[in-house]
């Protein structure tokens, strides 16, 4: 069955960085676009970025512009969020998802001093 | 960016039927912004409804229902259960920007 598979959170100081990952599985990753979602504790859900099935095109939220990058790696089956200058703004639970159908459960990011 | 709105909240009976909206800043929400819904539930990662305006899961209950209304995108529970109590969140895109979720509706079955 599909699984997606966040790592890489944790807590981070202000102004530093940090590099999320999305194991993907079960289903053909290279011929699908690939999105990063977070949640802000007790908030909503806010679109982050969005990769094409091939990389060839990439599209960010305003708020995560010139900071995040977001990268596939299609021979791992793997996504990458690399997420730099963070703010404590940037504290969340972040999901990868496969649309139309599948999220993962997600990785907590803390950014405090 | 654009602003996506959504009923922060709404109630509906057991058994009840109740319409959930989602409409853009840009103006009429249209098939071309391949309006999306998510249901979720308290400490639960979201899970996919509904997906280009209306095309259903084999996991989405056939009491759901998505389409265009009003120059909005749509949500439709008819028979509402216990179990759809949940956070409702729609997703459009815009071309060359990527998306945006509205802020969520809160259901409350009672």
């Known amino acids: 069955q599909v699984q997606l598979v966040e790592s890489g959170g944790g807590v981070v100081q202000p102004g530093r960085s940090l590099r999320l990952s999305c194991a993907a599985s079960?289903?053909?990753?290279?011929?699908?676009?690939m999105h990063w979602v977070r949640q802000a504790p007790g908030k909503g859900l806010e679109w982050v970025a969005v990769i094409w099935y091939d990389g060839s095109n990439k599209y960010y939220a305003d708020s995560v512009k010139g900071r995040f990058t977001i990268s596939r790696d299609n021979s791992k089956n793997t996504l990458y969020l690399q997420m730099n200058s963070l703010r404590a703004e940037d504290t969340a639970v972040y999901y990868c998802?496969?649309?139309?159908?599948?999220w993962g459960q997600g990785t907590l990011v803390t950014v405090s001093s | 960016q654009a602003v996506v709105t959504q009923e922060p909240s709404l109630t509906v009976s057991p058994g009840g039927t109740v319409t959930l909206t989602c409409g853009s800043s840009?103006?009429?929400?249209?098939?071309?912004?391949?309006p999306y819904w998510f249901q979720q539930k308290p400490g639960q990662a979201p899970r996919t409804l509904i997906y280009d305006t209306s095309n259903k899961h084999s996991w989405t209950p056939a009491r759901f229902s998505g389409s265009l209304l009003g120059g909005k995108a749509a949500l439709t529970l008819s028979g509402a259960q216990p179990e759809d109590e949940a956070e409702y969140y729609c997703?459009?895109?815009?071309?060359?920007?990527?998306?945006?979720f509205g802020g969520g509706t809160k259901l409350t079955v009672l």
């Open positions: 840009t103006g009429a929400v249209t098939s071309g912004h391949y």
């Open positions: 998802a496969s649309f139309p159908s599948s």
């Open positions: 997703l459009l895109s815009y071309s060359g920007a990527g998306g945006v």
């Open positions: 079960g289903f053909t990753f290279s011929s699908y676009g």
